[in-house]
């Protein structure tokens, strides 16, 4: 029988692991000549392996900690939902993590120890993509809902659609993320970052379609995009750690 770490459990080994090992630091966005998704480092070799998620299941118990077995993650935005999710793009925010392109130091320890080689990576991608997407996730709840929605949905179409799907399911080739299922908080979080320049591994084409957005209008966008949903995707009943 598998054992689940506790988020309590998972926190209190932090310390310890960020005495171990510090995150280190890789210039992003902010320095001149950054490209986005550059194929280096072990991303490419994390890329060249089919991962196992079978063994990925192990290997992703310590992420289950907070991200929860369900890969549902948390709907006030703390954790994002992962079920789903391109095994690319996981990939690629891990190795970004690993190499402190993308700053999490919450995250890095666990994404540092947890998995060691490339097919790791791979085999941990893999099984979080095997997972349904939970219907069940954290929305818009503010005033005016109906109409948030219907101004993010106007710029959805007209800015996002492109690269992130008609559902949200964006584009595994490219690297672009599911967004359907998301949690709204988690959404309307990662976009101010990516706005006011403090997620360092953002595409510069994103960043030039937001960075004149309001923080009202990134409100109504994220309020539409965690709407979106992907029909065969979603989990038939209320996540419970296991595959549907």
Not at 71 to 91: C, E, K
Not at 146 to 155: P, S
Not at 177 to 183: E, F, K, R, T, Y
């Amino acid at each position: 029988m598998k054992t689940i770490i506790s988020l309590g459990a998972a926190i209190a080994l932090l310390p310890a692991l960020a005495m171990a090992q510090e995150a280190p630091h890789k210039s992003g966005i902010e320095a001149k000549g950054y490209v986005w998704n550059a194929q280096e480092g072990e991303k490419v070799e994390a890329l060249k392996f089919k991962g196992d998620a079978k063994n990925g299941a192990d290997t992703y118990e310590v992420c289950g900690a907070c991200h929860l077995p369900s890969g549902a993650g948390r709907s006030d935005g703390t954790f994002p939902q992962l079920a789903g999710q391109h095994s690319t793009v996981l990939i690629k925010q891990l190795a970004d993590i690993r190499s402190g392109l993308r700053d999490n130091p919450t995250m890095y320890p666990f994404a540092k120890e947890a998995m060691v080689k490339p097919q790791e990576l791979a085999d941990t991608a893999a099984y979080i993509a095997s997972l349904c997407i939970p219907a069940d996730h954290g929305k818009y709840e503010g005033p005016d809902a109906a109409a948030q929605i219907a101004k993010g949905h106007d710029l959805y179409e007209k800015e996002c659609k492109n690269c992130h799907g008609v559902n949200g399911q964006g584009d595994r080739e490219k690297f672009y993320p599911v967004i359907a299922g998301q949690h709204y908080k988690y959404l309307l979080r990662q976009m101010t970052a990516i706005r006011d320049g403090k997620r360092r591994n953002a595409n510069p084409d994103m960043v030039k379609i937001i960075k004149n957005y309001s923080d009202t209008d990134l409100i109504a966008i994220s309020a539409f995009q965690s709407s979106l949903t992907m029909p065969g995707s979603m989990c038939k009943a209320k996540a419970t750690g296991k595959k549907k």
